[in-house]
T-cell receptor
Framework: SQQGEEDPQALSIQEGENATMNCSYK?????LQWYRQNSGRGLVHLIL?????REKHSGRLRVTLDTSKKSSSLLITASRAADTASYFC???????????FGKGTRLSVIA | KAGVTQTPRYLIKTRGQQVTLSCSPI?????VSWYQQTPGQGLQFLFE???????NKGNFPGRFSGRQFSNSRSEMNVSTLELGDSALYLC???????????FGPGTRLTVT
């Protein structure tokens, strides 16, 4: 089964609003990463947060990590139509195992 | 640096045929991972190679295989294609396992 599960599955907001997506996972991790995918294209790495970090910022992105609850959230502030995409969280479990991706949140930003 | 490249970008094959997809990672990246993405199953891990060795393999049948060359370029092969193999196949490279991955644009495979 998928390690990460994003919530909600789909989100529709107006341009200028904030968008929040959540990710829950099951096992201990070294880090958690967020990716964006525009329709039918490759994924683009957005941000990586390590297990000993609680919050990280990159431009309009803010990511939090709560290892006690095994959850993370991605906040996109002042969203734009160009932010319309699917967003995936990926966990890097401890040990010699590959990244595991969730099924993603489809974000639609309406102009 | 040039990004990850995948060839071909689009492919149409018939059931029973076999196909080879190619991936060139970012220069200096030794880890290459392959994923299958479908609307129903999402992004599923196929395998990961590091310095020509397969380090991890996902839960796919033996019809799916891959390899990595000394220049880190990687290929994956699917034999005896089935309709369910229709998908977007993504390749990603990284410096080390667990680090951020850089994805190619994918190969869209359609099996008829």
């Amino acid at each position: 089964s998928q390690q990460g599960e994003e919530d909600p599955q789909a989100l529709s907001i107006q341009e200028g609003e904030n968008a929040t997506m959540n990710c829950s996972y099951k096992t201990s991790i070294n880090n958690l990463q967020w990716y964006r995918q525009n329709s039918g294209r490759g994924l683009v790495h957005l941000i990586l947060i390590r297990s000993n970090e609680r919050e990280k910022h990159s431009g309009r992105l803010r990511v939090t990590l709560d290892t006690s609850k095994k959850s993370s959230s991605l906040l996109i502030t002042a969203s734009r139509a160009a932010d319309t995409a699917s967003y995936f969280c990926a966990t890097a479990p401890s040990g010699n195992t590959p990244l595991v991706f969730g099924k993603g949140t489809r974000l639609s930003v309406i102009a | 640096k040039a990004g990850v490249t995948q060839t071909p970008r689009y492919l149409i094959k018939t059931r029973g045929q076999q196909v080879t997809l190619s991936c060139s990672p970012i220069s200096g990246h030794r880890s290459v991972s392959w994923y299958q993405q479908t609307p129903g199953q999402g992004l599923q891990f196929l395998f990961e190679y590091f310095s020509e060795t397969q380090r991890n393999k996902g839960n796919f049948p033996g019809r799916f295989s891959g390899r990595q060359f000394s220049n880190s370029r990687s290929e994956m092969n699917v034999s005896t294609l089935e309709l369910g193999d229709s998908a977007l196949y993504l390749c990603a490279s990284s410096e080390q396992q667990g680090h951020e991955q850089y994805f190619g644009p994918g190969t869209r495979l359609t099996v008829t």
